[in-house]
């Protein structure tokens, strides 16, 4: 049976500043450098914007050390037929993902561009996420240590930090098919069921899962942000002592101001200029 441990009553979408700037973080000042979100003239620029975002991504993820085997999957939306997603390849380690060897999948799984396999247990977890959600253009899950570690205990991440803060009221723990690997189709789908709107999810006895409506930059950064505060968390409580929490006022504070969408595609901006200037063969 499906349950969930922690689920936000509802929370309110980022509000536009009054100088009608996204976040605080925009500069008010003009003609300074900074990241501004792409904008794009035909769907082919944007679907290779996506794809070079997607192999980042995982290009990331093995520099946090999140490979484990052939277990992890990411996915974007394509931009033209958005019943299709892009995902890194079966069997081919985060390090080695590049532009040429992604495929393309639908939601039944079968693979329509590309010459590698699908993860089964990708196509399960994710297909059920986006089609259940067409608003969801990303997806991120790893089976990584410390997230893996925290999702054994079934409950949602505390606010003990700022960075914490950033998905209070924004994370679910779900705990149907705890622990048995999601090869079957209905394990997705009780996913997918949960999925709905929060950023990220707590699989006990499973692990980490973020999804974004925004891009598959939010998606990775969010993901490499949940696991550092559940690695955060574990080292706090292993000290034995209670740790003080943000309020509730202020933790959601931080969450609008650091926790959204844009935010999280901000993080990943110099992540992304860093590889694209150090492992340039990405783009093969």
């Known amino acids: 049976m499906s349950s969930v441990l922690h689920r936000p009553s509802g929370k ?3 509000r ?17 450098v900074y990241p501004e979100l792409p904008s794009f003239d035909d769907v082919a620029a944007e679907r290779r914007h996506r794809q070079e975002r997607l192999v980042a991504a995982c290009r990331a993820f093995a520099i946090e050390g999140f490979d484990y085997g052939f277990a992890g999957h990411l996915t974007v939306r394509d931009p033209e037929q958005p019943q299709l997603y892009w995902t890194n390849p079966m069997c081919v380690h985060f390090a080695q993902v590049k532009l040429s060897n992604l495929i393309l999948a639908d939601h039944k799984g079968q693979v329509v561009q590309g010459r590698h396999a699908i993860n089964r247990a990708g196509f399960v ?4 996420v986006h089609e259940a959600h067409p608003d969801i253009v990303a997806m991120c899950h790893a089976h990584t240590v410390y997230g893996t570690a925290f999702a054994a205990l079934g409950r949602p991440l505390d606010p003990i930090s700022q960075d914490a803060a950033a998905f209070f009221e924004d994370h679910v723990v779900i705990r149907s098919e705890a622990g048995q690997v999601a090869v079957e189709e209905r394990a997705g789908v009780a996913v997918g069921d949960w999925f709905r709107g929060v950023k990220a999810a707590i699989h006990q006895n499973h692990g980490l899962l973020t999804a974004s409506r925004h891009s598959i930059e939010a998606a990775a950064f969010w993901f490499i942000a949940l696991e550092r505060c559940c690695r955060q968390q574990l080292m706090v409580e292993a000290t034995g002592h209670q740790p003080m929490l943000v ?38």
């Open 247 to 284: 309020p509730p006022d202020r933790a959601r504070y931080s969450r609008e101001h650091v926790g959204s969408e844009y935010i999280g595609w901000l993080h990943f901006q110099p992540i992304f200029e860093h590889l694209a200037a150090t492992q340039p063969d990405l783009f093969d």
């Open 12 to 14: 309110a979408e980022p």
């Open 16 to 32: 536009p500043l009054a100088d009608g700037r996204i976040s605080i973080y925009q500069p008010q000042q003009q003609g300074l």
């Open 125 to 128: 977890l994710h297909a059920a």
